[in-house]
């Protein structure tokens, strides 16, 4: 089973930028999808992006387009998301998942693990 490890957000003003990083390990690490979900307070968690290994395929939240890049290091078996231009309502919790496939990459009931969650705070 595949396991993730995240690191990385904190705080910013509105404007500014953010990278989190999320870890791979165990069994076909290099062979699934890596999401990243968030949460506001009071909010159900959901999707920001998500990346298929090899980066062929990347899916995300129409909120984020443009501003949001994720990206994948197979080497280190990382994924990245790179939060460029944020808004205070980007402010939350942010998860990393992974799953087999990217189908209906937001379902959440589909994701056999998540990272420990990482707070992104934007000021205004």
């Known amino acids: 089973q595949v396991k993730v490890r995240q690191s990385g957000g904190g705080s910013v003003q509105a404007g500014g930028s953010l990278k989190l990083t999320c870890k791979a390990s165990?069994?076909?690490?290099?062979?699934?999808?890596i999401s990243w979900f968030r949460q506001g307070p009071g909010m159900e968690r959901q999707g920001v992006a998500a990346?298929?290994?090899?980066?062929?395929?990347?899916y995300y939240a129409d909120v984020v387009k443009g501003r949001f890049t994720i990206s994948e290091d197979r080497f280190r078996n990382e994924v990245n998301l790179r939060m460029d231009s944020l808004k205070p309502e980007d402010s939350g919790i942010y998860y990393c998942?992974?799953?087999?496939?990217?189908?209906?990459?937001?379902?959440?009931?589909?994701?056999?693990?998540w990272g420990q969650g990482s707070q992104v705070t934007v000021s205004s």
């Open positions: 990346i298929y290994s090899g980066g062929a395929s990347t």
């Open positions: 998942a992974a799953r087999w496939t990217c189908m209906n990459w937001t379902r959440l009931e589909d994701y056999s693990s």
């Open positions: 165990g069994d076909s690490a290099n062979s699934r999808c």
